[in-house]
């Protein structure tokens, strides 16, 4: 790692996202969103389903949807750890909001039943991943 940067460090369970030195990173923690620096002190954090957004060394923003974990900042490492990471470009925005309709049909017609708690998890989960895949594609218009 440069003496200038922040190594970022972002694993899944199925392989390694992300691996480099990076200006600044921003993840969604459950005590709100999280803006980290070089020199930022050391700290662990449930990350909620979300967005983050990786602001690289050569000024390049890079958005992904994570659906909750953990994220460890020390010594200028930033370490997040998660079931699912998916850039956001990679993310099938149609798919998406067809699952969310799905989700929201089953919840209001009360046929989630025993499953409500795993149903309302997986529409936190849908709705955070639309939002990040708008964030980015509102991005690509405003850079074009």
Known sequence: MNGDGLNLEMVSLSRQVYSGTVDHVTAPSY???MEIYRGHCAIMALLKPGQIKVNTSQ????????SGGVLEVYNNTVSILADTIIRAEDIDEAATVMDQQQLEQL???RQAGRNYGKMLTKMTQARAKLRTVRNYSRNIKNTS
């Open 107 to 109: 919840l209001s017609n």
């Open 59 to 66: 000024q390049e923003i890079i958005y992904y949807y994570v």
């Open 31 to 33: 005590q709100g969103d």
